[in-house]
């Protein structure tokens, strides 16, 4: 045991489930500790702007303005634009929200100045009073999309506009073999003690991050945590539990989600929720620490006990 007494953590993370553990970690550790690295597999062009779903999710979160009740999106919002827009013709099934447009076109626009995302990102961070790094995974684009026995489409296609009710029979990315990580993301990986898997959606919001060139080789000689993003068997919100089944023909469960990571040796930790507390003895047989704890992270000050209790039981495994 090292004994470090102030860990540098890297969390990974996709959006809600994602945010939600990084904001209890955010609210308890210095922007010099954490890291947060985003999935950027769900971003896409709408109404030609560019659009970074999971990065703003992370974003709205710390900056204590995301909407409460659907976790993504922002506080007090208004649809007025996009009202207009579908009265032009213009697609509507992406619900953006007046307020959220600012996000998207000045990202837009200091896409198109030349800045890269992960610049883009920082400064409207730091516009918005995010003190934590948010540290897209890549500034190259890297498309995720699902595959359906009806053919391919886009990750919001499926997600948004097809509410993800087609059966999936797979998925590939676009422009992900040939994308880098950013020289952040690196540096915060070869810093990092601890990475935290988020209880992120694991095949369309970590394996990304997973999957890109030269992250597996950053953190295989460190602790990874993961927390579940499956309790009782389901998700608490989206397509995690479906895509279990859909992906890898088999239940959903935390004991899945571990199984799934340490299929590939990744994990040294994992979190469930009390109402999973039967599948302990069996993750211990997987070679994991296991914490049973509550693992459901609703509001800011849950998430930051939640955060402490996690913290706690990571300190012996750094
Ligand atoms: P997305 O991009 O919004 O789909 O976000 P993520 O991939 O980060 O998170 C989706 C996952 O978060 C889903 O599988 C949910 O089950 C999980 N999730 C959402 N809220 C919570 C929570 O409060 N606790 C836990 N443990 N998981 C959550
Ligand atoms: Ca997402």
Redesign the pocket.
């Given at each position: 045991m090292k004994n470090i007494s102030q860990p540098k953590i890297a969390a990974f993370?996709?959006?809600?489930?994602?945010?939600?553990?990084a904001n209890g970690l955010a609210q308890l550790l210095p922007p010099e500790q954490l890291s947060i690295i985003v999935?950027t597999g769900?971003d896409f062009e709408y109404w030609g702007l560019s659009i970074s779903?999971?990065l703003d999710?992370v974003m709205y979160t710390l900056a204590g303005i995301a909407n409460p009740q659907t976790?993504?999106g922002l506080l007090d919002e208004g649809h007025r634009c996009l009202e207009n827009m579908r009265s032009l013709g213009q697609p509507g099934w992406f619900g953006l929200g007046d307020r959220d447009l600012a996000t998207h076109l000045t990202r837009t626009q200091w896409l198109r100045e030349g800045k890269n995302l992960t610049q883009v990102t920082r400064s409207l961070g730091e516009a918005l009073g995010v003190n934590h790094a948010i540290l897209p995974m890549s500034n190259d684009p890297c498309r995720t999309i699902v595959l359906t026995p009806a053919g391919e489409m886009d990750f919001q296609t499926y997600?948004v506009r097809e509410q993800w009710q087609p059966q999936l029979t797979g998925l590939r990315w676009e422009g992900l073999s040939e994308a880098h990580i950013t020289p952040e993301v690196r540096q915060a990986l070869i810093a990092a003690d601890l990475i935290f898997f988020?209880?992120?959606?694991p095949f369309?919001?970590?394996d990304p991050i997973l999957n890109l060139s030269g992250v597996l080789d950053l953190i295989k000689a460190k602790p990874v945590v993961a927390?579940?993003?499956?309790?009782g068997g389901?998700?608490?919100?989206?397509?995690?539990?479906k895509m279990f089944d859909e992906l890898l023909h088999t239940e959903a469960s935390a004991h899945s989600v571990a199984a799934y990571y340490q299929h590939r040796g990744l994990l040294k930790g994992f979190v469930i929720?009390h109402q999973d507390q039967d599948l302990e003895s069996k993750l211990t047989t997987l070679g994991l620490d296991v914490l049973v704890t509550n693992?459901?992270?609703?509001d800011p000050i849950t998430q930051k006990q939640v955060a402490r209790v996690i913290l706690d039981f990571v300190s012996h495994l750094v």
């Open positions: 993370a996709g959006g809600v489930g994602g945010a939600r553990m999935n769900d779903p999971d999710t976790g993504w997600f988020c209880p992120s959606n369309v919001s970590i927390i579940s993003p499956i309790i389901k998700a608490i919100k989206g397509p995690a539990a929720d693992t459901l992270l609703p």
